[in-house]
């Protein structure tokens, strides 16, 4: 029982309505990682500068989304770590 509460608490976003400063890469990633739509936006805009190809989410592309927005935790984590004066740094 233990183990099904922890699995169903892990999988809730507890951030799922936060919005996050975009001024920096980090909290604007959050922010699209937050939405499929966007996240596949993203992908597709990554996709054609780096390959001249258009991605879409149909015919199996939901995974390679799903795949992206994996790192909205991580992302989420990272931001709450790290103060303003270190973005700054980061991202001149």
Same mark, same amino acid.
């Given at each position: 029982? $233990?183990?099904?509460?922890?699995? +169903?608490?892990?999988?809730? =976003?507890? #951030? &799922? =309505?936060? !919005?996050? @400063? =975009?001024?920096? %890469?980090?909290?604007? %990633? $959050? !922010?699209? %990682?937050?939405?499929?739509?966007? /996240?596949?936006?993203? $992908?597709?805009? %990554?996709?054609? &500068? ?12 939901? @995974?390679?989304? +799903? &795949?992206? @927005? /994996? ?12 103060? /303003? =004066? +270190?973005? +700054?740094?980061? #991202?001149?």
């Amino acid at each position: 029982m $233990i183990k099904l509460v922890k699995q +169903e608490v892990d999988k809730y =976003d507890f #951030f &799922a =309505d936060s !919005n996050f @400063e =975009d001024r920096y %890469l980090v909290g604007k %990633l $959050i !922010n699209i %990682l937050a939405d499929q739509q966007k /996240t596949g936006e993203l $992908i597709n805009r %990554l996709s054609e &500068a780096l390959t001249n190809k258009s991605f879409s989410g149909l015919f199996g592309g939901e @995974e390679l989304i +799903e &795949a992206f @927005e /994996t790192l909205r935790p991580v992302l989420i984590r990272i931001y709450s770590k790290v103060s /303003t =004066d +270190e973005l +700054e740094d980061w #991202f001149k």
